[in-house]
Each structure stands twice: as structure tokens, then as C-alpha cells.
């Protein structure tokens, strides 16, 4: 019912800022939340960072926090991370992905993986050293 398309990745130096993209179709009226996720090899999924549709509020994982920003623009369809200061260990596939209205919707915003509906394919961010 909703569809994700990230864009923006790919393959830059330690330092180096980049912004990935979320485009939202469908029936985006009904979104409660939109987060942003990573998975790097041999590790589980993480929840970087999150955005709830109503009152705009923000989370922020500590292993990002001060360096990543989630934003969302007038439209409500697109959905940015900027990613500043990139670290080698931020190198992973980053999906975004969108919680919809009902029972999941009173889970805060921290909670993760399981508590979001519709994902994206995912884009691959490189940063080397």
C-alpha cells in the first residue's frame, strides 16, 4: 500500500557528506512513521534514525546522533538523512521503511524493525578510509 524508492548512496572518503533520498507513493496518507535503517555484513538491521508524520519528532540513534539529521519535505512524500562526518563504520545498506496507522502506531519511536510495515529495496552507502 506504500512504496519506497531510496536514493543517494554510494561510495565516498571518511569526511565526506551525503544525502539519501526516500520517495513515498501510495497511500502515504496513512503513515505513521518513516525510519531510516542499516544492515552491514554479518550484523542485524538497525534503527538509525525515525520521523513521526504527525508532530514531526525526530530519533536519533547515539551511534549517529550529532552527525545524521532525518528531515521530511513540505510535500510529505520525501523523507532526507544527511549523513555528515562519515565514518568507515557506516558503511552498510541504508532502507527506509514506513510504520502505518493502527495498533503499531502507538510504539514509540525508538522501537524497530518489527514495528514497520512496508521497506524499501535499500541503497548502498561505501565510505573508505
Known amino acids: 500500500q506504500v512504496q519506497l524508492v531510496e536514493s543517494g548512496g554510494g561510495l565516498v572518503q571518511a569526511g565526506d557528506s551525503l544525502r539519501l533520498s526516500c520517495a513515498a507513493s501510495?497511500?502515504?496518507?496513512?503513515?505513521?512513521?518513516l525510519g531510516w535503517f542499516r544492515q552491514a555484513p554479518g550484523k542485524e538491521r538497525e534503527l538509525i534514525a525515525a520521523?513521526?508524520?504527525?508532530?514531526?519528532?525526530?530519533y536519533c540513534a547515539d551511534s549517529v546522533k550529532g552527525r545524521f539529521t532525518i528531515s521530511r519535505d513540505n510535500a510529505k512524500n520525501t523523507v532526507y538523512l544527511q549523513m555528515n562526518s562519515l565514518k568507515p563504520e557506516d558503511t552498510a545498506v541504508y532502507s527506509c521503511?514506513?510504520?502505518?496507522?493502527?495498533?503499531?502506531?502507538?510504539?514509540?519511536?525508538?522501537?524497530?524493525?518489527?514495528?514497520?510495515?512496508?521497506w524499501g529495496q535499500g541503497t548502498q552507502v561505501t565510505v573508505s578510509s
Open positions: 520521523i513521526r508524520w504527525s508532530t514531526d519528532n525526530t
Open positions: 501510495g497511500r502515504t496518507f496513512n503513515i505513521n512513521a
Open positions: 521503511a514506513v510504520r502505518e496507522s493502527g495498533r503499531k502506531s502507538y510504539y514509540g519511536l525508538a522501537f524497530g524493525a518489527l514495528s514497520y510495515d512496508y
